[in-house]
């Protein structure tokens, strides 16, 4: 996929968009998830947010929220992945990614320390199955907030453009989902696709950035 691919009404390049499902605020996405206002992905939420148990700033939510869709795991899935904020390895082919966003509870608390795992395949849409390229996690910081850079991955047979997330909180069940891009032809033939999973996507430079938050069980 290439920026072109995406529909202007769909690149948000004032900033980035946090899409939340379940919460009300200023635009509501296809799902009936909530988009906070441009800044607010950039913006630092304040200290005391975890501690109060609301959303960081920025982040617009009304508990109960509705947890992100579980999807199949999928085929491919290899544990033991590194902890990693960077996966695109020097000379790698696609269009760079940075993939960034929040993991709440359906009460609208921020998860500090969640597990955030993501796989997928590359480019030209092939999985590393020997080895653990475009396969890693990061740890979300006191906001709930994570960070992971990679590529946008290529189509395969019989499935549109995805990454697998694997979402843990500290002594939590792991939520297993998908991830998908807007103005993709192949999402309405996928059987797997749901518009609520959909990123946010801006373009950055030469690259995309592709936001979402991630509501896991209280």
Same mark, same amino acid.
């Given at each position: 996929?290439?920026?072109?691919?995406?529909?202007?009404?769909?690149?948000?390049?004032?900033?980035?968009?946090?899409?939340?499902?379940?919460?009300?605020?200023?635009?509501?996405?296809?799902?009936?998830?909530?988009?906070?206002?441009?800044?607010?992905?950039?913006?630092?939420?304040?200290?005391?947010?975890?501690?109060?148990?609301?959303?960081?700033?920025?982040?617009?939510?009304?508990?109960?929220?509705?947890?992100?869709?579980?999807?199949?795991?999928?085929?491919?899935?290899?544990? =033991?992945?590194?902890?990693?904020?960077?996966?695109?390895?020097?000379?790698?082919?696609?269009?760079?990614?940075?993939?960034?966003?929040?993991?709440?509870?359906?009460?609208?608390?921020?998860?500090?320390?969640?597990?955030?795992?993501?796989?997928?395949?590359?480019?030209?849409?092939?999985?590393?199955?020997?080895?653990?390229?475009?396969?890693?996690?990061?740890?979300?910081?006191?906001? =709930?907030?994570?960070?992971?850079?990679?590529?946008?991955?290529?189509?395969?047979? =019989?499935?549109?453009?995805?990454?697998?997330?694997?979402?843990?909180?500290?002594?939590?069940?792991?939520?297993?989902?998908?991830?998908?891009?807007?103005?993709?032809?192949?999402?309405?033939?996928?059987?797997?696709?749901?518009?609520?999973?959909?990123?946010?996507?801006?373009?950055?430079?030469?690259?995309?950035?592709?936001?979402?938050?991630?509501?896991?069980?209280?």
């Amino acid at each position: 996929m290439t920026i072109s691919h995406v529909p202007r009404r769909l690149v948000l390049s004032a900033g980035l968009v946090v899409l939340l499902a379940g919460c009300t605020g200023v635009a509501t996405s296809p799902s009936g998830s909530v988009a906070t206002p441009s800044t607010s992905a950039s913006a630092t939420a304040p200290s005391s947010a975890a501690a109060t148990g609301s959303a960081p700033t920025g982040l617009v939510c009304t508990a109960p929220a509705s947890p992100t869709l579980a999807v199949t795991e999928g085929p491919y899935y290899k544990a =033991g992945a590194p902890e990693s904020t960077d996966l695109v390895q020097p000379g790698m082919a696609g269009t760079r990614l940075t993939l960034t966003g929040y993991v709440m509870t359906t009460a609208c608390a921020p998860v500090a320390n969640a597990k955030v795992e993501i796989w997928q395949a590359d480019a030209s849409g092939a999985y590393d199955n020997n080895g653990y390229t475009l396969r890693g996690y990061v740890l979300t910081d006191g906001q =709930g907030r994570f960070t992971i850079q990679t590529v946008v991955p290529g189509e395969y047979p =019989g499935r549109t453009e995805h990454i697998h997330v694997k979402v843990t909180p500290p002594g939590g069940t792991t939520l297993t989902t998908q991830l998908f891009f807007p103005g993709t032809t192949a999402n309405d033939d996928d059987a797997i696709y749901d518009p609520s999973l959909l990123l946010a996507i801006s373009e950055q430079g030469s690259g995309l950035v592709g936001t979402f938050t991630f509501v896991v069980p209280a």
